[in-house]
């Protein structure tokens, strides 16, 4: 397993992703979004999940657009405002409104604890690749020199600070949300021993 196997979609509305989610996340943000592009595909790959790479990398680049400013939402969990915010971007790409919708339900789908992967084989992706890149569960699927080469490419640089602290302003906010649970389930403990925090 190797970074270089691991090819980023270059379509127009995968650039057009990138560039939404370079004027809005900050730069942990957004290398957190890369990695957890870079982790679904290649488990992907390793284990013949048939998966729509385009779908998969939009949806990892907007997962948590949800999280910013401009877009969060005093009503509803951050992962479902990320999902309409992700709908709304997808129609102005042209994509079909089932197209839209299946973005919309991956980027919501990225909090749960288990997606099916025959039912939904991008939200089973992004949910594991999310989990891996911010509390290290699952992270034994990748050999130590694909991590490496991973973290020197998109480095965590402040992720754990601000991770914990959008997470704990989404959980005052919205105390029924998912983000609530995972303050309550510890999360910043649960980031700061993840392996791929300690060795930044």
Request: charged residues 25%; proline residues 5%; negative net charge.
């Amino acid at each position: 397993m190797r970074l270089t196997d691991v090819s980023l979609p270059d379509s127009p509305v995968c650039l057009n992703a990138i560039d939404v989610a370079k004027t809005y996340t900050s730069p942990a943000l957004l290398n957190h979004s890369f990695r957890a592009y870079v982790w679904a595909a290649a488990y992907g790959d390793a284990h013949d999940v048939a998966f729509d790479a385009e779908l998969l990398f939009v949806a990892a680049l907007l997962h948590d657009v949800g999280l910013v400013a401009e877009f969060d939402s005093h009503t509803v969990p951050f992962e479902v405002a990320g999902g309409h915010v992700a709908w709304v971007f997808a129609a102005g790409a042209g994509w079909p409104r089932q197209r839209r919708e299946r973005l919309s339900e991956v980027i919501v789908r990225h909090m749960w604890r288990e997606v099916d992967q025959d039912e939904d084989p991008e939200g089973f992706l992004l949910a594991r690749s999310t989990g891996v890149d911010i509390t290290g569960r699952h992270l034994d699927d990748f050999p130590a020199g694909f991590q490496a080469e991973v973290m020197d490419r998109y480095p965590r640089l402040t992720l754990a600070e601000e991770f914990v602290r959008c997470f704990q302003d989404q959980a005052k906010r919205k105390p029924d949300s998912s983000a609530a649970a995972a303050i309550g389930n510890d999360l910043a403990t649960r980031i700061a021993r993840n392996p791929l925090e300690q060795a930044r």
